[in-house]
């Protein structure tokens, strides 16, 4: 029994010997590394997942734009004519328009003035007037009727102790005038009623160019509304009788 078991134990070292031998030279199987295995793996998907994703650029950021003003429309000017643009002018008369002299009278050697003043509520406005007008001329001695029609603009009446009167100091020198005074209620004015003074005089028998002047005054003396005049002139003897000779030679 021992002898067969020892034959077994002597066979079985052959076989090992012979499995050995045939496996000399034949390269040993490297040992598994379990990590490596798992990164390799993990660097795989990354890199598939990597490959498949596209990235998507971010836009870019736009300033916007400045704001431009438009430029305002162009309109034709009313009645038609230029387009271009006049600034505003300011403290300029405007064509055709005088300014009012400094003055609130005229000097003697002007025309009939019709400047016209307010004092309070009370004001006037010059509306019309009779012969003899402005530079007309009249015989030394001459008596004449001048008339002034006066409207009362302001908003109080005219009343006792308001009076038409006389301008010695816009007068020519030597001029005689007079005073109309508002004592009869028919001739009290209300507001945008008119009142006719009348003048009656006698021309002078100075030569020359003769003015007289008058302004209404209220009961408290205060002078209103415009100033009004009288203008004539008087030949000398030798200029009326050259005068009637012109006349009669251009009358043949």
């Not at 990597?50 to 429309?73: G, K, Q």
């Not at 015989?139 to 038409?164: L, Q, R």
């Not at 003396?221 to 009669?248: E, I, L, W």
Request: hydrophobic share 40%.
């Amino acid at each position: 029994m021992k002898t067969r078991n020892f034959k077994w134990l002597i066979g079985s070292l052959m076989v090992a010997t012979l499995l050995s031998s045939c496996n000399l030279g034949a390269t040993p199987v490297p040992t598994v590394d379990v990590g490596a295995i798992q990164t390799q793996a993990f660097s795989a998907v990354m890199t598939q997942a990597a490959a498949a994703f596209t990235p998507t650029s971010m836009p870019t950021s736009t300033p916007e734009a400045t704001a431009t003003l438009a430029v305002p429309p162009t309109f034709a000017p009313v009645g038609g004519g230029s387009v271009t643009n006049t600034p505003f002018a300011f403290n300029t008369p405007l064509p055709g328009l005088t300014p009012q002299a400094t003055s609130l009278v005229p000097t003697v050697a002007g025309a009939v003035a019709t400047i016209t003043t307010k004092n309070g509520c009370t004001d006037g406005a010059f509306m019309n007037e009779s012969a003899p007008f402005d530079g007309q001329e009249l015989a030394m001695n001459e008596y004449y009727e001048k008339h002034f029609v006066i409207m009362n603009t302001g908003s109080c009446p005219w009343d006792e102790g308001f009076a038409f009167v006389f301008q010695p100091g816009y007068s020519t020198e030597g001029f005689k005038g007079y005073d109309i005074l508002l004592r009869k209620e028919e001739d009290f004015t209300k507001t945008g009623e008119v009142l006719d003074f009348v003048i009656k005089l006698k021309a002078t028998t100075v030569p020359g160019t003769h003015i007289g002047a008058w302004k209404m005054r209220d009961d408290g003396g205060n002078y209103f509304g415009p100033m009004v005049f009288v203008k004539y002139v008087v030949q000398t003897r030798a200029s009326r009788d050259a005068t009637a000779v012109a006349a009669t030679e251009a009358a043949k």
